[in-house]
């Protein structure tokens, strides 16, 4: 019988998280290493990455840090480099790193656009070809991305991010299918709304924070852990067999259309 249990378990692998510093990117390095995973995280700010390892040691887990600009092709192929000197074999990259300009698109400079489709295009390539290459060489490994609910479901001020965040799925589906055979598998997730440091502001707004949360079943936001659980799921042989895939951890956001309204009791 399979031992289900061990699936799940990744004691031995190693793994990158590009944007480790904070947010789900922390939770997600937090989580592989809690899972047995020896973990280099990195962030633009390597302060905040060495603060994310030194809480994994510090929980008996293997991590170190080092610096990363996602949006800079260099940046990212010398972290690459510095994972295979640090690790024999690379087994899990993940990249989390993400920049929304809320604008409408009529107010969009061509400086705001490239910000956005460096970072969230332009760097998932890099991050791709970079960490790829390793994987297709060792014949395995895998490769998460980062989309958004914002990949299916928009509103005013979020086109040109959506898109940025559409154009990742369609980036993993079609690395998936030029690396598969090499044993790499390539996946990303979707959060909708989850409490992060950068989303901190909006508790002191319960309206605005109040109407995101209603637009989930749950009516709540997640927690940044909630997320790292897919992560770590899509890094883990649990999931063996999914590539090409994106999870959506959106608490059914895409599921309903938007928050429910004049809904008093169940039916029963």
């Known amino acids: 019988m399979t031992d289900y249990r061990k699936l799940f378990d990744l004691t031995g692998k190693t793994a ?40 994994i040691r510090t929980n008996g887990g293997s ?12 940046s990212v192929e010398a972290l690459a480099a510095k994972a295979m000197q640090q690790f024999p074999r ?18 969009y400079t061509e400086e705001d656009l490239d910000r956005v489709i460096n970072l969230n295009i332009k760097g998932t390539v890099w991050f791709f070809q970079s960490f790829g290459r390793i994987m297709v060489k060792q014949q395995g490994g895998s490769l998460i991305a980062c989309s ?17 965040k559409a154009a990742i799925g369609l980036l993993v589906k079609g690395f998936a299918s030029e690396v598969g055979r090499s044993g790499v598998r390539v996946n990303a997730i ?12 909006f508790k002191q ?3 605005i924070y109040n109407l995101y949360a209603g637009h989930t079943v749950f009516n709540r936001w997640s927690s940044a852990d909630e997320v790292a ?8 042989d649990a ?22 309204t004049g809904l008093t009791q169940l039916a029963r």
């Open 16 to 55: 990158v998280v590009l944007g480790a510093g904070s947010g789900i990117g922390k939770s997600s390095a937090e989580a592989l290493a809690s899972l047995g995973a020896e973990v280099l995280c990195a962030d633009r700010a390597q302060e905040d990455a060495e603060v994310t390892a030194a809480a």
């Open 63 to 74: 991590a170190a840090a080092a610096a990363c600009d996602a949006a800079d092709r260099g």
């Open 90 to 107: 690379l087994d899990i990259a993940v990249t989390t790193p993400g920049l929304n300009i809320r604008k409408t698109i009529l107010d």
């Open 148 to 164: 958004s609910v914002r990949a299916v479901t928009i509103e005013p001020g979020l086109g040109v991010y959506g898109s940025t």
């Open 190 to 201: 979707a959060p909708s709304i989850a409490e992060t440091a950068l989303t901190g502001p």
């Open 205 to 207: 707004r319960p309206d």
């Open 229 to 236: 659980t897919a992560v770590a799921y899509l890094a883990s």
């Open 239 to 260: 999931a063996s067999y999914v590539s090409g895939s994106t999870l959506f951890v959106d608490g059914g956001w895409t599921a309903v259309d938007g928050p429910p």
